[in-house]
């Protein structure tokens, strides 16, 4: 028997067909085209299932179950997308009914970053952890608890909300409608937006001329620029890791994970990211010194952890 796992993204769909074991076997992707609406989203994934099945040499039949990690917020109870922001209309909307009823094979729905916790349990950096924390740096800042082995995914299945814990009490406004959101101050955005900020206020700085200089400014251009020695850089990534670090020692504090992990763009800085997250980490949460605290490790999946994940998340929930 397969398994096949949906990582529904914004721009693209990637459907994986994994293995029993949550081995990625064979993917195939297509595009989304989230701006024409629901109808043609759920038509694109169905194209999508039929082609890996049909290009890896398999038939329908020889699969077990359909997992989907959706955006959004989810029900995975009744496997619908109660509201994800950047889909238009997708508003409580039943995909895995709308999928079930066009392909007979019984889906689950769960929000990506969940599956993504997952995929890195089964098959990624967290294999052999059983209590985990995984946080997703991007556009915004995803996450994912695993306690026990199983996914955590709240009450009534409404997930967690990892980047909208507050960091800076007053602090920036946040598309959620607070202020002083981690994510406001931990997402690859956040640290763009601080690099271009102090390059506009130190236009004589390296960092201004790397700035200058750079085709597109990411996550990595302030972090070159702080390695090569410019103070105005490593303020700017001395200043993010001390958010990340706070919002991960939140989680430490409240959940003890044996292991947190790390994924997103901004993870590929590697150790002159996680080393001195660590130590910050190690030195500032509660108990230093004499609990334990976590490993703290990147992902290694990418985005095949969501494919992984929503797979072994349908197998694990449709018994
Ligand atoms: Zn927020």
Redesign the pocket.
């Given at each position: 028997m397969y398994y096949i796992g949906v990582d529904l993204g914004g721009t693209k769909i990637a459907v994986g067909i994994v293995s029993v074991y949550g081995k990625l076997l064979y993917k195939y992707t297509v595009k989304t085209e989230a701006d024409k609406g629901v109808e043609t989203v759920i038509s694109n994934i169905i194209k999508c299932i039929e082609s890996a099945v049909a290009e890896y040499g398999i038939s329908i039949s020889n699969v077990a179950s359909i997992g989907i990690g959706s955006p959004g917020v989810i029900d995975s109870e009744t496997g619908t997308v109660i509201a994800a922001f950047n889909f238009k209309d997708m508003i409580n909307v039943c995909l895995a009914g709308e999928i079930q009823k066009r392909i007979n094979r019984p889906v689950a729905v769960s929000n990506d970053a969940n599956c993504a916790a997952l995929g890195e349990v089964v098959a990624g950096a967290a294999k052999g952890y059983s209590d985990v924390v995984m946080i997703t740096l991007g556009t915004g800042v995803g996450g994912g608890i695993v306690i026990n082995g199983e996914l955590y995914e709240g009450g009534r299945s409404r997930g967690v909300?990892l980047?909208?814990i507050?960091v800076n009490h007053g602090g920036n406004l946040?598309?959620?409608?607070?202020r002083?959101?981690?994510?406001?101050y931990a997402s690859a955005s956040a640290l763009i937006k601080r690099t271009m900020e102090e390059a506009a206020a130190h236009p004589d700085s390296l960092l201004a001329k790397m700035v200058a200089e750079a085709e597109t400014v990411n996550g990595k251009t302030v972090f070159n620029a702080a390695e090569q020695g410019c103070p105005v850089a490593k303020a700017v990534t001395d200043e993010y890791i001390s958010y990340v670090s706070e919002g991960l020692i939140d989680l430490t504090n409240v959940f003890r994970p044996q292991i947190i992990l790390i994924g997103g763009g901004i993870s590929n800085e590697g150790e002159r990211l996680i080393g001195p997250i660590k130590k910050y980490v190690a030195e500032n949460s509660f108990g230093a010194g004499i609990i334990e605290v976590p490993h703290i490790a990147r992902a290694t999946l990418g985005n095949d952890a969501g494919i992984i994940g929503a797979a072994m998340f349908a197998k694990r929930t449709l018994k």
């Open positions: 909300e980047g909208h507050v946040c598309s959620c409608g607070r002083g959101c981690w994510e406001t």
